[in-house]
């Protein structure tokens, strides 16, 4: 039912209640009449009656009138009841039929509303008293809106359809810039050459500018790990927490989430330690949202794929997540021989500075999670190099902060 359907369909309930008023005042003055007439001598009766008669033979007339336009609004009424019934039929249908494609369903939802508009413009065209002008708007506005549904709904449907075969682009949807103005102000009062420094987007100048090294590199990480994180880095920040216990356990651990993105087919980790590789997926959410079979399904194809490419190797696949898994995916994760690690929490207290020894001049240098070559720097014992907790403790080592990688001063 349109606007315009409601606004003259209110209008003849109007008239109506209007009209009914207007019988009730006849009937009060027949009634008065009647009082008169019985006051009055007999030679008045034949007045009275002719009066009588009159006024009878109008309230007849009006009754007729409201008699029929109360039938009228009781036919629109049936007619919208029966279009709304056959939209819910006609839409419940469609969606029992979604598994034919989402770009049919589209038509057919335009299709459905071209015939429910059409209803309502022939209709406002030949009923008793046209509406020629709102079929006309109704028309226009009509086609615009499908449009409208269409694109709609195929972007709907295109999205819910990647995430349902690609669980892991679920996790970066809500990836957005959480920086806040205050922190966008500070970085106004640098130096092109001091915004090199990324510890710069923690600090101010005066901290910068002042403070020690120790002192400002360390409290540049403190507030590191206190400010808001978006998704994506809450999610790459676990899987280093996840890659650095295996480095730990000496495992060679290669982490493909971080550098090859979708590419990673859902291997955030391969850790190897002699002839055995564990293939790992991390999956750091809120504690209120479960872990589906749909992305054991994906894992478990990738680890399947992984296996495929390298016959000799002896390879486990782990599951890591910070929340749970539903009973059904838990059953198919213990079927395909999927390893979980459920309610895994992430421990930011974890020795994240790496303290790297150049292998081209032997420079001690020691990088903070948000420095630019930090996932590239890959540790090893047999060199002295290792994590750690302060930055007191790797400066105390003797490792000095890593400069701005450039690549002209490179070449």
């Known amino acids: 039912m349109t606007i315009s359907n409601i606004k003259e369909f209110r209008e003849k309930e109007e008239l109506f209640s209007k009209k009914a008023k207007e019988i009730d005042e006849i009937k009060n003055v027949i009634k008065n009449l009647e009082l008169r007439v019985g006051r009055n ?44 019934k056959k939209g819910l039929e006609a839409v419940t249908e469609m969606a029992k039929e979604r598994q034919l494609g989402f770009p049919w369903l589209a038509k057919a939802y335009d299709e459905y509303f071209l015939l429910q508009e059409k209803e309502i413009v022939e209709y406002l065209k030949h009923k008793k008293h046209p509406a020629i002008s709102a079929s006309e708007v109704v028309r226009e506005q009509s086609k615009l809106r499908r449009q409208a549904e269409i694109d709609k ?21 809500e990836e957005v ?27 101010s100048k005066e901290e910068y500018r002042k403070l020690p090294s120790v002192e400002r590199n360390q409290l540049a990480l403190d507030r590191f790990w206190k400010r808001p994180k978006s998704k994506w880095l809450i999610g790459r920040l ?50 209120f949202r479960t872990i589906y079979e749909k992305h054991i399904f994906q894992f478990f194809g990738t680890v399947f794929q992984y296996k495929d490419e390298n016959p000799d190797k002896k390879i486990r696949a782990i599951f890591y997540t ?45 990088h903070l999670p948000f420095d630019q070559q930090y996932d590239k720097t890959k540790l090893e014992k047999k060199y002295g190099e290792f994590y750690c907790k302060t930055v007191k403790e790797a400066e105390d080592a003797g490792f000095r902060r890593a400069f701005k990688y450039r690549i002209n001063k490179e070449k």
Do not use: M
């Open 322 to 366: 910070s929340t749970e898994l539903s009973e059904l995916a838990r059953r198919f994760a213990n079927q395909l021989g999927i390893e979980l690690k459920e309610n895994f929490k992430f421990d930011k207290d974890y020795p994240c500075i790496k303290c790297h020894t150049s292998k081209v001049d032997g420079a001690k240098i020691y």
């Open 41 to 84: 001598a007999k030679n008045s009766q034949n007045i009275l009656e002719e009066l009588f008669n009159k006024e009878k033979k109008e309230l007849q007339k009006i009754e007729g009138g409201i008699a029929q336009q109360k039938q009228e609004l009781s036919n629109e009424r049936n007619f919208f009841e029966q279009l709304k």
């Open 153 to 173: 709904k195929i972007a709907q449907y295109l999205v819910e359809y990647y995430e349902n075969i690609a669980p892991f682009l679920i996790d970066l949807k």
């Open 177 to 203: 810039d959480i920086a806040t103005e205050q922190e966008r102000s500070l970085l106004k009062e640098y130096s092109e050459e001091e915004l090199e420094d990324a510890t710069t987007q923690y600090l």
């Open 238 to 287: 676990y899987e280093r927490y996840v890659g650095y216990l295996y480095e730990s356990q000496e495992h060679d651990v290669e982490y493909v989430g971080i550098f090859k993105g979708f590419e990673d087919l859902g291997r955030d980790l391969i850790c190897q330690k002699g002839k055995e590789s564990i293939v790992i997926q991390c999956k750091n959410w809120a504690k």
